[in-house]
C-alpha cells in the first residue's frame, strides 16, 4: 500500500497518496518525508527518481530485488538493501523479504518486497520516540534497521531451539533417523546467513567511535551494528554446529549398519551348525556312525541345539547379539 508521511518536529501527519509528490517537492526544512511505494507502484518511484535525481542503478536495482545487503553512497544519496526474516514456527522455515532505502537529507523512500514488513514496527517506535524521530531521515533509518535486525536475534534464537532438538535426537538412545531435518535446518541457516553476512562489514564500520554518524544516533547506530555482529556470531556457530551434528549422525548411521551386519553374521553362524550337521546325514551313505541306532535321529538334533545354544551363548557375551 502507497504511504507517505511527514514528520515534523518528530510528529508525523498522513499525506494522501496523490499529493506525494508535491510533498517531495516542497519540504519544509523542518521536516521530512517518508514515502513507502509497493512493488505494484514502480511508476511513481520512477517519477520520485526523476524528481530527486535519485541514481539509476540504484533505482534498477530496488525494481528488480534479489539483491545482497549492501549499503551504497551516492551524490545527494544514500541506497540501503536489507534482508527481511521472518520465521514460521509450525514448519522451522525461515522467509526473506528485501527492504530497499533511499535516504536524502529531506526524504526517505522505502520499496519492500516479500511478505515481511518491518515498516509497521517502525512507525510504532516512531510514535513512541519523537525526540529520537526530531533528528531526520537518519533516525527513521535506524528504526528500520532497528526493527529488522531485532528480528534476526528472535530468528537466530528460535533456530538454536530447532538445532538443540535435532541435536538431542542424534544422540538419543533409539535410533530416529533425522538427517533430512538436518539438513532442513542446514538450508535455514544458510538463508539466514545469507541475510547477515553482508552486513557484518558495515557493522564493523559502524561500531566505530568515528562512523560518521554524529551524536545520539551515532550511539543507537553503533548498537544496531552490534547486534548484528551478535547475530552473525550466532548463525556461524550454528553452521559449525551443525556440520558436527551431521558428521555425528553419519558416524551413527555407520555404527547402526555395523551392528546389524553383527546381527546378521552371528544368526549365519548359528544356522551354519544345523546345516553342517544335517547336511552330513543326508548323504544317504550306507556306514555311517549311528545310522542304524533308534537313538541316533534325537540324538544329532540335541547335539546341533546344544552346538547352537553354545555359539548363541558366546556371541552374546561378545555382544553380537
Given at each position: 500500500?502507497?504511504?507517505?508521511?511527514?514528520?515534523?518536529?518528530?510528529?508525523?501527519e498522513d499525506?494522501?497518496?496523490?499529493?506525494?509528490?508535491?510533498a517531495?517537492?516542497?519540504?519544509?526544512?523542518?521536516?521530512?518525508?517518508?514515502?513507502?511505494?509497493?512493488?505494484?507502484?514502480?511508476?511513481?518511484?520512477?517519477e520520485?527518481?526523476?524528481?530527486?535525481?535519485?541514481?539509476?542503478l540504484?533505482?534498477?536495482?530496488?525494481?528488480?530485488?534479489?539483491?545482497?545487503?549492501?549499503?551504497?553512497?551516492?551524490?545527494?544519496?544514500?541506497?540501503?538493501?536489507?534482508?527481511?526474516?521472518?520465521?514460521?514456527?509450525?514448519?522451522s522455515?525461515?522467509?526473506?523479504?528485501?527492504?530497499?532505502?533511499?535516504?536524502?537529507?529531506r526524504?526517505?523512500?522505502?520499496?519492500?518486497h516479500?511478505?515481511?514488513?518491518?515498516?509497521?514496527?517502525?512507525?510504532r517506535?516512531?510514535?513512541?520516540?519523537?525526540?529520537l524521530?526530531?533528528l531526520?531521515?537518519?533516525?527513521?533509518?535506524?528504526?528500520?534497521?532497528?526493527?529488522?535486525?531485532?528480528?534476526?536475534?528472535?530468528?537466530?534464537?528460535?533456530?538454536g531451539?530447532?538445532?538443540?532438538?535435532?541435536?538431542?535426537?542424534?544422540?538419543?538412545?533409539?535410533?530416529?533417523?533425522?538427517?533430512?531435518?538436518?539438513?532442513?535446518?542446514?538450508?535455514?541457516v544458510?538463508e539466514?546467513?545469507?541475510?547477515?553476512?553482508p552486513?557484518?562489514?558495515?557493522?564493523?564500520?559502524?561500531i566505530?567511535?568515528?562512523?560518521?554518524?554524529?551524536?545520539?544516533?551515532?550511539?543507537?547506530?553503533?548498537?544496531?551494528?552490534?547486534?548484528v555482529?551478535?547475530?552473525?556470531?550466532q548463525?556461524?556457530?550454528y553452521?559449525e554446529l551443525l556440520?558436527?551434528?551431521?558428521?555425528?549422525?553419519?558416524?551413527r548411521?555407520?555404527?547402526?549398519?555395523?551392528?546389524?551386519?553383527?546381527?546378521i553374521?552371528?544368526?549365519?553362524?548359528?544356522?551354519?551348525?544345523p546345516?553342517?550337521?544335517?547336511?552330513?546325514?543326508?548323504?544317504n551313505?550306507?556306514?555311517m556312525?549311528?545310522?542304524?541306532?533308534?537313538?541316533?535321529?534325537?540324538?544329532?538334533?540335541?547335539l546341533?541345539?546344544?552346538?547352537?545354544?553354545?555359539i548363541?551363548?558366546?556371541l552374546r557375551?561378545?555382544?553380537?547379539?
Amino acid at each position: 500500500m502507497l504511504r507517505c508521511t511527514r514528520f515534523r518536529d518528530g510528529r508525523p501527519e498522513d499525506i494522501p497518496g496523490g499529493e506525494a509528490l508535491d510533498a517531495l517537492r516542497d519540504v519544509p526544512d523542518d521536516a521530512f518525508v517518508w514515502l513507502e511505494v509497493p512493488p505494484e507502484r514502480f511508476d511513481l518511484l520512477h517519477e520520485v527518481a526523476r524528481l530527486l535525481e535519485l541514481p539509476a542503478l540504484a533505482v534498477e536495482d530496488a525494481v528488480r530485488a534479489h539483491q545482497r545487503a549492501k549499503f551504497e553512497r551516492y551524490p545527494g544519496c544514500e541506497f540501503v538493501v536489507l534482508k527481511v526474516l521472518g520465521y514460521a514456527e509450525e514448519t522451522s522455515t525461515v522467509s526473506t523479504s528485501e527492504l530497499m532505502m533511499f535516504l536524502t537529507e529531506r526524504v526517505l523512500i522505502t520499496v519492500r518486497h516479500g511478505g515481511q514488513d518491518p515498516t509497521t514496527e517502525a512507525h510504532r517506535r516512531a510514535a513512541d520516540r519523537p525526540d529520537l524521530v526530531a533528528l531526520g531521515t537518519r533516525a527513521m533509518v535506524y528504526l528500520l534497521t532497528d526493527a529488522v535486525v531485532d528480528s534476526y536475534l528472535a530468528i537466530a534464537a528460535e533456530l538454536g531451539e530447532d538445532l538443540i532438538a535435532l541435536e538431542q535426537r542424534v544422540f538419543a538412545p533409539n535410533r530416529d533417523d533425522p538427517t533430512e531435518d538436518l539438513y532442513s535446518l542446514k538450508r535455514e541457516v544458510l538463508e539466514f546467513r545469507d541475510a547477515v553476512e553482508p552486513l557484518l562489514p558495515v557493522a564493523h564500520r559502524l561500531i566505530r567511535q568515528d562512523n560518521g554518524v554524529p551524536g545520539l544516533l551515532g550511539q543507537h547506530f553503533r548498537d544496531v551494528a552490534d547486534h548484528v555482529l551478535r547475530a552473525g556470531r550466532q548463525v556461524g556457530s550454528y553452521d559449525e554446529l551443525l556440520n558436527s551434528v551431521l558428521a555425528a549422525q553419519f558416524a551413527r548411521a555407520g555404527l547402526w549398519q555395523n551392528e546389524d551386519m553383527r546381527k546378521i553374521s552371528a544368526w549365519a553362524a548359528i544356522a551354519l551348525i544345523p546345516t553342517v550337521v544335517g547336511a552330513i546325514y543326508g548323504m544317504n551313505f550306507e556306514n555311517m556312525p549311528e545310522l542304524h541306532w533308534a537313538f541316533g535321529y534325537p540324538l544329532a538334533l540335541l547335539l546341533m541345539v546344544c552346538l547352537c545354544c553354545v555359539i548363541y551363548a558366546l556371541l552374546r557375551r561378545n555382544r553380537w547379539l
